[in-house]
Each structure stands twice: as structure tokens, then as C-alpha cells.
């Protein structure tokens, strides 16, 4: 089975008790965390010793996507300094941008790795896939499939029906619902949840997950807009929460 555990979900900066995105995802063998937002190793704290994390995933550099990356090599090197053993963790990145990349790739407790829409990495039984948003900078969602199981996590997307295959079939699926209609510019930078009811029914995803949420925006707007549109299987996230995602099955 995959677990799936928000660690934050808030758009562009964190709220009150609510960091910006990161998601743990667990199997039997791998602990992979995926973005590492502002307050997101808080969190993670309160469920592991993070120098335990095999793996990294940045979807993008923003920085409400990466701004713990700096406190968790501090967290890494202090522990090594007082004799932890501490092991080097691979984090997986878009190659773009270059200049805020490198500024990161010199701390001797991540090894850093990019990827493309191209990349599949094998971690035994689980294999995560990549698909290139359209967003300002180079980002990407991504895709864990585990015995039969499918995960999808949008990260920062614009509207865009071609992805439509990449998420087909996923049992959870965790997007960007960070617009509303109601808020609508001539450039959007993030999706509604109208527009991912129609994903949501083209793509016969089981369960949708509404995430990362703008802090000034009224959640309750957030919910009025994807319940109008009819039953369709849509939820807010939750910081802590977990999802078991099992023989084609989220509980």
C-alpha cells in the first residue's frame, strides 16, 4: 500500500498553522517527501526523523515549494556534527531555473539529480513518472504507481486538458485548485475547481483532493464553486491528514 500525508498545502505562502506544499509519501520500503514548502519540516518532524527520508522531490522552484530545503540541510549538518549518522539525501529537480538550482547544490547533505517529463524513476515496486505543468517556471506533476495503485499530485498548474492522460485513473489525486471562477484574470496561473471536475470526469480519477490554497481567498468560496457543480468526489486537504491508497482504493 501507499500513504500519502499532507504536510502543507497553502499557495504562495503559509497561513496560520498551515504550511505551504509538501506531502509525505510512504510505501514498505521508501519514505519520499515531496516539495518542501514553508513549515513543511515542521511537520514532518512530528512524524519521522526527517535525515530518515530516502528521497526528495522538488516539482518546481518556487518558493513556496522549496523554501525548507535550506533548514533541512542545517537539521542534516548539525545532526552529522554531533555524531548522528547522517547519509546524503537525492532530491530529484526540474533543471530550471539554473540560477536558483545552483545555489543549492553545493550543501554536501543533498545529491541533486534532474529530470524531465521523460524521467521514470524505479524505486523497486514504486515507479514515479513526471508530467511538465504549464506554469512560469519549469514544473512538473507527478506520478506514483505502486501495485496497481496510482497517486497523482498536480504541484502548480494552469488549466490543461492534455493532462488529462498522465492522471488517468488515479485513485487520489492532489491538485492545484488555487483559482477561482469567481476571481477569473485574462492569465491564470493557477486551475478552479470547475475546471478539475472536468478532469475529474475525463479522467476517471477517483478522488480529488483541492490543495494548494490561497490564504486570502475564503475556503468556503473554494467549497460553493466545486459543490455547485454537481457530485463529483472532491475534498479539502488537511494538515496530518493521511491517505492509504490499496488495491485501487483511498480510505
Not at 132 to 152: L, N, Q
Request: charge should be negative; glycine fraction near 6%.
Amino acid at each position: 500500500m501507499m500513504r500519502v500525508q499532507i504536510l502543507g498545502y497553502s499557495g504562495g505562502f503559509p497561513a496560520a498553522k498551515r504550511p505551504t506544499s509538501g506531502y509525505l509519501l510512504k510505501t514498505k520500503n521508501h519514505n519520499i517527501l515531496i516539495d518542501c514548502g514553508s513549515g513543511v519540516l515542521s511537520e514532518l518532524t512530528r512524524i519521522m526523523d526527517p535525515e530518515n527520508i530516502d528521497a526528495i522531490i522538488l516539482t518546481h522552484w518556487h518558493q513556496d515549494h522549496i523554501s525548507d530545503l535550506g533548514v533541512f540541510g542545517y537539521l542534516m549538518q548539525m545532526k552529522k556534527a554531533d555524531g548522528f549518522d547522517i547519509h546524503s539525501i537525492p532530491v530529484y529537480c526540474p533543471a530550471e531555473p539554473q540560477i536558483i538550482r545552483v545555489r543549492y547544490e553545493n550543501d554536501p547533505n543533498f545529491s541533486f539529480h534532474t529530470y524531465s517529463s521523460d524521467t521514470i524513476i524505479d524505486w523497486g515496486d514504486l515507479h514515479v513518472s513526471f508530467y511538465k505543468t504549464i506554469h512560469p517556471v519549469e514544473c512538473y506533476a507527478v506520478r506514483a504507481d505502486y501495485f496497481g495503485s496510482r497517486f497523482v499530485y498536480t504541484s502548480d498548474t494552469s488549466y490543461d486538458p492534455m493532462i488529462i492522460d498522465f492522471v488517468r485513473d488515479s485513485n487520489l489525486l492532489i491538485v492545484d485548485a488555487g483559482a477561482l471562477e469567481s476571481h477569473r484574470k485574462e492569465k491564470m496561473l493557477h486551475s478552479t475547481p470547475t475546471e478539475w471536475r472536468d478532469i475529474y470526469l475525463k479522467s476517471g480519477s477517483k478522488r480529488v483532493v483541492l490543495s494548494h490554497l490561497i490564504p486570502y481567498y475564503d475556503v468556503s468560496d473554494t467549497v460553493a464553486e466545486a459543490a455547485a457543480l454537481g457530485i463529483w468526489h472532491f475534498e479539502l486537504p488537511k494538515i496530518g491528514e493521511e491517505y492509504i491508497v490499496s488495491g485501487g482504493q483511498v480510505t
